[in-house]
């Protein structure tokens, strides 16, 4: 195991928090997680309940992102809580939950790159866009983006398999990404993919925003929409690309703050795990008339609405 992961976990432990900041950082995670659980839930029911939206590729990707969100929110509030019930579990048991982090980690800008892509299609080229967003299409896209995470998150556990003994599998460790995959070559591994993501999903968003703001000189309602969306995701991005520096974030203030590390690894759960996961509903649960209009009717538990439309 790397010297830095050691360090890091080693610290955790060292300085846990008090019961009652425990109770309160757990009380606080708990709420936020199934606050924004319960709203992801209602955008997937009213998703489901509705067959105008299947066919719709913006809706299929957005239902793509908030079954990716959920996934991700679940899987760390469970790591967090496990973090200060049981403090070390079995690699066995820990491997699992930070694959499935890692996966829904770098889902997360891929998808967002191709909603503004979409938006690009939909404003720029709206000729075209039933031609280029097709259903097919847009389920090979998701399919691609999931295979493409799959096999970046991978060799983290096979390196790790082929490199560390097998009494290291059966050995109980704080559940860290640093810890469960402790080789140091995986570490250089994940800053390449963040570097390659940071740069490919901005690029992205870039072009999308400068084609939308610089084509669509009409300055017409949908223009103004989508450039208002590209902007916001944008945002998502930026504050789900936060992860992408954490790792250095923290060993700065695990030398500058040991005492108060549980309290920066806290403060980087909620604002890079948690916070970006709520925009997505302030996108289309809010902003969107369509969805809104019917998802409004299930948040207090009417029927939807017969006979609306989507424009």
């Known amino acids: 195991m790397g010297d830095a992961a050691l360090a890091n976990a080693s610290v955790v432990i060292q300085y846990r928090d008090s019961l009652s900041k425990a109770v309160l950082k757990n009380v606080l995670v708990l709420a936020i997680g199934l606050s ?76 967002l790159a191709c909603m503004a892509g979409e938006c690009y299609v939909a404003v720029c080229l709206p000729l075209h866009h039933a031609r280029i967003c097709t259903l097919r299409r847009t389920l090979l896209l998701i399919a691609l983006i999931f295979t493409i995470s799959v096999i970046s998150a991978l060799p983290d556990l096979f390196v790790t398999l082929a490199s560390e003994p097998l009494d290291f599998f059966s050995s109980r460790i704080f559940c860290l990404r640093e810890t ?19 740069v490919l999903v901005w690029s992205v968003i870039f072009f999308t925003y400068f084609k939308i703001l610089f084509t669509a000189q009409t300055a017409s ?31 700065a203030l695990l030398r500058v703050f040991p005492r108060n590390y549980s309290d920066s690894l806290f403060a980087c759960h909620v604002v890079v795990q948690m916070l970006p996961r709520s925009i997505s509903p302030i996108i289309y649960g809010v902003r969107d008339k369509c969805f809104r209009k019917y998802l409004k009717h299930y948040l207090v538990c009417r029927t939807a609405p017969h006979g609306a439309h989507c424009t």
């Open 221 to 251: 309602k949908d223009a103004k929409k989508a450039r208002r969306t590209i902007v916001l995701h944008g945002v998502q991005v930026l504050l789900c690309m936060t992860i992408y520096a954490v790792p250095l974030v923290q060993d």
């Open 36 to 111: 924004i659980n319960y709203i992801n839930a209602s955008l997937m029911y009213t998703f489901c309940k509705h067959q105008i939206f299947y066919s719709n590729p913006r809706y299929i990707l957005f239902f793509t992102l908030v079954v990716n969100d959920m996934i991700q929110m679940s899987v760390g509030v469970i790591l967090f809580v496990v973090s200060y019930t049981l403090y070390r579990i079995s690699v066995l048991s820990c491997a699992p939950f930070i694959l499935m982090a890692i996966i829904t980690t770098e889902n997360t800008p891929l998808i």
């Open 180 to 198: 469960a995959f402790p080789n140091p070559l995986l570490a250089q591994k994940r800053d390449i993919t963040y570097i390659v993501y940071l």
